[in-house]
Nanobody, 118 residues
Framework: QVQLVESGGGLVQPGGSLRLSCAAS????????MGWYRQAPGKQRDFVAT???????NYADSVKGRFTISRDNAKNAVYLQMNSLKPEDTAVYYC????????????WGQGTQVTVSS
């Protein structure tokens, strides 16, 4: 079973940037889609962005134009570049491989906390 480890979160001021990383313990090169999700306090976990093997991307409307997802199959890693951060982006961020709209392939990792506050 592949394990996912997210990192790169922290405290940042509104308008700032962060780059999140997700390291998989096994190969992700055969996995069609990898994605990022986030869960704010008291809310359900929501989709943020996905990227396919071929590099096609999809974003939640709330992050379009500000976030960029990328993957490096050689390093078994997925990244999320977050720019122009807003307080409403505050959440724990997770990566996983989506299976349809609600299911994911792997057990959830511990996530990485992103806090946007002045």
């Amino acid at each position: 079973q592949v394990q996912l480890v997210e990192s790169g979160g922290g405290l940042v001021q509104p308008g700032g940037s962060l780059r999140l990383s997700c390291a998989a313990s096994g190969s992700i090169s055969s996995i069609n889609a990898m994605g990022w999700y986030r869960q704010a306090p008291g809310k359900q976990r929501d989709f943020v962005a996905t990227i396919t093997k071929g590099g096609s991307t999809n974003y939640a409307d709330s992050v379009k134009g500000r976030f960029t997802i990328s993957r490096d199959n050689a390093k078994n890693a997925v990244y999320l570049q977050m720019n122009s951060l807003k307080p409403e982006d505050t959440a724990v961020y997770y990566c996983n491989a989506p299976l349809g709209t609600t299911l994911v392939l792997y057990d959830w990792g511990q996530g990485t906390q992103v806090t946007v506050s002045s």
